[in-house]
Each structure stands twice: as structure tokens, then as C-alpha cells.
């Protein structure tokens, strides 16, 4: 399993983004990144896509643990604030539910204790 866990925090995409795998357990992962001045769109805000993709690699972490491969049918969610430049921001993906073939995750986006942002989605399981 440790290998399993060393090659998800190798993930190319995350370490570009600066993404760090803090935690990862059987349907459970904790993600975290550091807002810096490349965070940030046109109108001045943190980028979305920023912060999707943080939630979309705690996800990921998740429902790979145990069930490698899965593959995300769907994602959705809400952006609730707008962090700031030098926030330490943490997803949270934590099961739901799950079938033999399916996962519903929810992943929660903090910094400190604020919420930042919510999603919910759902796995495949290749077996």
C-alpha cells in the first residue's frame, strides 16, 4: 500500500499546482496548497480551477486507496469564498457511499476553519 500511496502524492499535475498529499486512508484524503500570486484570474480573484483542482486530487486520493483504478463519472460543487494570497487552503475527501462498482465522495475545502468551497462526486470502479 505504501507504494500505491508514493505514486498517487507523484501525481505530475498536483506537484505542478503545488498540491501536497498530507493524508490518504481507506476512503479518506486530506490535500492542501498555498495561494501565491500565479493563483490568481483576471479580476483578481483565486481562480476556481485553482481550487477544483485541489478537491479533484483529495478525491482522487480517496477512491484510489483501496479501489485502484476508479475513475470520476462526475464532480460538482460550490465556491463559498475566495481565499486570500498566502492562505494555506486543505481538502478534505471523505466516502459516503459506496457499491461494488461506484463511490459518492464529498470533499470540503478549508482554510483554518473557514469553508471555502463544497463538492460532491462520484467514482467508477474498475474491477
Same mark, same amino acid.
Given at each position: 500500500?505504501?507504494?500505491?500511496?508514493?505514486?498517487?502524492?507523484?501525481?505530475?499535475?498536483?506537484?505542478?499546482?503545488?498540491?501536497? !498529499?498530507?493524508?490518504?486512508?481507506?476512503?479518506?484524503?486530506?490535500?492542501?496548497?498555498?495561494?501565491?500570486?500565479?493563483?490568481?484570474? !483576471?479580476?483578481?480573484?483565486?481562480?476556481?480551477?485553482?481550487?477544483?483542482?485541489?478537491?479533484?486530487?483529495?478525491?482522487?486520493?480517496?477512491?484510489?486507496?483501496?479501489?485502484?483504478?476508479?475513475?470520476?463519472?462526475?464532480?460538482?460543487?460550490?465556491?463559498?469564498?475566495?481565499?486570500?494570497?498566502?492562505?494555506?487552503?486543505?481538502?478534505?475527501?471523505?466516502?459516503?457511499?459506496?457499491?461494488?462498482?461506484?463511490?459518492?465522495?464529498?470533499?470540503?475545502?478549508?482554510?483554518?476553519?473557514?469553508?471555502?468551497?463544497? !463538492?460532491?462526486?462520484?467514482?467508477?470502479?474498475?474491477?
Amino acid at each position: 500500500m505504501n507504494e500505491l500511496i508514493q505514486k498517487i502524492s507523484k501525481d505530475p499535475y498536483a506537484e505542478f499546482l503545488g498540491i501536497s !498529499f498530507d493524508e490518504i486512508k481507506e476512503g479518506f484524503a486530506v490535500c492542501s496548497l498555498t495561494i501565491h500570486k500565479n493563483s490568481f484570474n !483576471f479580476l483578481g480573484a483565486v481562480h476556481g480551477g485553482l481550487i477544483f483542482s485541489l478537491a479533484d486530487a483529495a478525491f482522487s486520493a480517496a477512491s484510489n486507496f483501496d479501489y485502484s483504478p476508479s475513475f470520476a463519472l462526475d464532480i460538482s460543487g460550490s465556491f463559498l469564498k475566495s481565499p486570500k494570497l498566502g492562505d494555506r487552503l486543505k481538502a478534505e475527501a471523505k466516502l459516503i457511499h459506496t457499491t461494488r462498482r461506484t463511490g459518492l465522495y464529498n470533499i470540503q475545502v478549508f482554510h483554518n476553519q473557514e469553508l471555502i468551497a463544497v !463538492f460532491n462526486g462520484t467514482v467508477f470502479r474498475k474491477i
